[in-house]
């Protein structure tokens, strides 16, 4: 299948590990040109190394701490003055940390949000003139599955992912009139090295082995694992490709069947 993102430009941000690596290096198979962000340079720099082995036909590498308006507006500028237009932007930077609720302070509350809500909507926000100049583009937001699946010591992450999810939709019916469209991925569990530090922590605090944990994590899900970085990438690289050409507004979960609610 064509998927026809040979030459596009595509702006990742979170792309230095995880599921922002995977889909860089998922983008650069298919042929894009990359702009690839995160806080971390040397990271990146190591992200960048392998989305070229992948077949990239040129990758930017943007140190940002996308928390931040001017840093986001600064990334943006540098990609299109660097490739001179921006067809696909992935939202996925940000990781919102958990806990108790009558625990977690404010600033923790203020600081998760400016990276993962304030910094996707912001992205979009300076993103979406160049999309609409050129006469249409892709946006994807990586949006956990949180969103559905409230839980206590999570509400922080469960709030910001479900308003991601509105803004989704709300952003889709903007930008369908200037052939913008915009889509979202709410992976579950990702074998990630995020996840296996979680469940390292987890297993020292029960005074249990980590693979127990792995195992016993992994056993709720009826595929009998977790998902890979490559599982969501492979979604993102054909939701932003020509060939999801009618699908917008819409939130696909990436979960191995493990949610049991009937919501796509």
Same mark, same amino acid.
């Given at each position: 299948?064509?998927?026809?993102?040979?030459?596009?430009?595509?702006?990742?941000?979170?792309?230095?590990?995880?599921?922002?690596?995977?889909?860089?290096?998922?983008? !650069?198979?298919?042929?894009?040109?990359?702009?690839?962000?995160?806080?971390?340079?040397?990271?990146?720099?190591?992200?960048?190394?392998?989305?070229?082995? !992948?077949?990239?036909?040129?990758?930017?590498?943007?140190? !940002?701490?996308?928390?931040?308006?001017?840093?986001?507006?600064?990334?943006?500028?540098?990609?299109?003055?660097?490739?001179?237009?921006?067809?696909?932007?992935?939202?996925?930077?940000?990781?919102?940390?958990?806990?108790?609720?009558?625990?977690?302070?404010?600033?923790?509350?203020?600081?998760?949000?400016?990276?993962?809500? *304030?910094?996707?909507?912001?992205?979009?926000?300076?993103?979406?003139?160049?999309?609409?100049?050129?006469?249409?583009?892709?946006?994807?937001?990586?949006?956990?599955?949180?969103?559905?699946?409230?839980?206590?010591?999570?509400?922080?992450?469960?709030?910001?992912?479900?308003?991601?999810?509105?803004?989704?939709?709300?952003?889709?019916?903007?930008?369908?009139?200037?052939?913008?469209?915009?889509?979202?991925?709410?992976?579950?569990?990702?074998?990630?090295?995020?996840?296996?530090?979680?469940?390292?922590?987890?297993?020292?605090?029960?005074?249990?082995?980590?693979?127990?944990?792995?195992?016993?994590?992994?056993?709720?899900?009826? *595929?009998?694992?977790?998902?890979?970085?490559?599982?969501?990438?492979?979604?993102?690289?054909?939701?932003?490709?020509?060939?999801?050409?009618?699908?917008?507004?819409?939130?696909?979960?990436?979960?191995?069947?493990?949610?049991?609610?009937?919501?796509?």
């Amino acid at each position: 299948m064509n998927l026809e993102l040979r030459g596009k430009v595509a702006l990742v941000t979170g792309a230095s590990r995880g599921i922002g690596r995977a889909i860089a290096i998922g983008l !650069a198979g298919e042929g894009a040109r990359l702009a690839l962000t995160a806080r971390t340079a040397a990271d990146l720099d190591t992200a960048a190394s392998a989305a070229k082995s !992948a077949g990239a036909q040129d990758v930017a590498v943007l140190a !940002a701490d996308l928390s931040r308006l001017d840093e986001v507006e600064r990334v943006v500028n540098a990609t299109v003055d660097r490739f001179g237009r921006i067809d696909v932007l992935v939202n996925n930077a940000g990781a919102i940390r958990g806990g108790d609720f009558l625990k977690i302070p404010d600033q923790q509350w203020i600081d998760d949000w400016s990276l993962k809500l *304030l910094g996707y909507i912001r992205m979009a926000r300076a993103v979406f003139p160049v999309m609409q100049r050129q006469g249409g583009g892709r946006i994807c937001n990586v949006v956990g599955a949180a969103a559905r699946n409230p839980t206590p010591t999570y509400l922080t992450g469960g709030a910001a992912n479900a308003a991601l999810v509105n803004f989704t939709k709300g952003l889709a019916d903007l930008g369908a009139r200037s052939g913008i469209l915009v889509t979202a991925v709410s992976p579950a569990a990702t074998r990630t090295s995020r996840w296996d530090a979680l469940m390292a922590q987890q297993a020292a605090a029960s005074g249990r082995s980590a693979d127990e944990m792995i195992a016993e994590a992994e056993r709720a899900y009826p *595929l009998g694992r977790i998902g890979r970085p490559e599982d969501v990438a492979d979604l993102v690289c054909f939701l932003v490709s020509a060939r999801a050409s009618f699908l917008t507004g819409t939130c696909i979960t990436v979960d191995g069947g493990s949610s049991r609610g009937v919501y796509p």
